[in-house]
């Protein structure tokens, strides 16, 4: 691959746990994962364009993978789900990130120029478009905590790369629907259920504002806003806490705390006054049982801002697939249906036909 990620997981002083390889063998299989959705019952299928295949080098174009995701688009709305297609999923092309990827005054129009020769060539058969990914996760990870690429720690260097994400938002929004076709255009977002402790109320101020609100307040004249949230954040005046004693911890080394979905989904909302669609919630656990009842309290509480008139368009779980988690390798297992390593087989959980049924009666039977 010719991304910034392939050579960051396979850097032997890095922090990945292990390389993604073949990872689930999407690129090949994915007829068979759209089956497997439309059967199960759901409506609606989110991927991502891999930039560095369309654009394998700064300014040639592949028609053949532009060709791949066309097909893919199509596959959908064969099987009656609506293809929720997302631009950049934290990967970078490899030419870029060695001319300073997010830092290079040149990578906004880069990234609209890619927006721009992709939507060309599929954009009337996109459903929706997600523009970015996590922007503010890939600034964190790569700049914040130094995980992702590139892997540095420069605070300063964090907040020009969130400046250049919401340049990069804006001219994406502007490419993208200048193209063919007639779809919703939101930016996605990490967002977590930031709690202040006594003495925590600037910390927790300081760290929303520059992971969160930076990017809500770019999403002006946006059709949604996209909402990704997994468990909350407890602040005190050292800034921000490990799991509460007490509380059960997912995979990720997240509380299991499902009810943050519905304070971000609120407060989402209300910062943007935009319609808002959750494009990810879910749980990284071997216990499928768990996972109903994660998503099950999940759910409620996007019932519950339904019924107080937030307006929320839709929920997409994470994930269809157990798949590559990044840093942390195939440890963490979020997804409906588990994948055999070795030959790639789809092993739907009972979680699959249990959310399946729900997206496919529209309703939530709660215990």
């Known amino acids: 691959m010719q991304n910034d990620w392939w050579a960051f997981e396979h850097d032997p002083a890095g922090p990945c746990a292990e390389p993604s390889g ?10 068979e994962d759209l089956d497997l959705l439309s059967s199960l019952g759901f409506g609606l299928y989110r991927f991502s364009i891999e930039w560095s295949r369309v654009e394998p ?13 066309r097909a893919m688009c199509a596959g959908c709305h064969e099987r009656g789900l609506v293809p929720m297609v997302t631009f950049h999923h934290f990967t970078t092309p490899r030419w870029l990130a060695a001319r300073g990827g997010w830092e290079s005054p040149h990578a906004p129009e880069r990234f609209a120029r890619f927006c721009e020769r992709a939507v060309a060539h599929l954009g009337d058969l996109v459903g929706y478009a997600c523009t970015l990914n996590e922007p503010n996760i890939v600034a964190l990870m790569g700049y914040g905590y130094g995980i992702f690429p590139p892997g540095v720690r420069d605070e300063r260097r964090r907040r020009a790369v969130n400046d250049a994400f919401c340049r990069a938002h804006r001219r994406a929004v502007d490419v993208l629907r200048s193209g063919p076709g007639d779809f919703p255009v939101g930016l996605t977002l990490s967002m977590n259920d930031y709690r202040a402790l006594p003495g925590g109320e600037k910390q927790l101020e300081d760290l929303r504002h520059h992971s969160e609100d930076v990017f809500l307040e770019v999403t002006t004249g946006d059709d949604y806003i996209g909402v990704q949230t997994y468990s909350r954040v407890r602040v005190d005046a050292s800034g921000m806490l490990g799991p509460e004693p007490g509380v ?49 309290e999940a759910l409620a509480g996007v019932g519950r801002c339904l019924d107080d008139g937030v307006d929320v368009r839709g929920y997409v779980y994470w994930s269809l697939l157990d798949n590559f988690e990044w840093v942390l390798g195939y440890g963490p297992r ?11 087989a789809r092993l739907p959980k009972p979680s699959a036909s249990w959310l399946g049924s729900v997206a496919r009666q529209g309703a939530l039977e709660l215990p």
């Open 248 to 296: 059960a911890v997912t995979q990720m080394g997240y509380e299991y705390w499902p009810q943050a979905l519905e304070t971000t989904v609120r407060r989402a909302a209300a910062m943007t006054g935009l319609p808002v669609i959750v494009t990810e919630n879910g749980i990284g656990t071997d216990d499928d049982e768990q996972r109903r009842s994660f998503v099950t």
């Open 57 to 69: 080098e700064d300014g040639e174009f592949s028609t053949a993978a532009l060709e791949h995701y």
């Open 22 to 31: 073949d990872a689930c063998d999407s690129w090949h299989r994915w007829p």
């Open 334 to 344: 979020f997804g409906l249906v588990e994948v055999d390593r070795q030959t790639f």
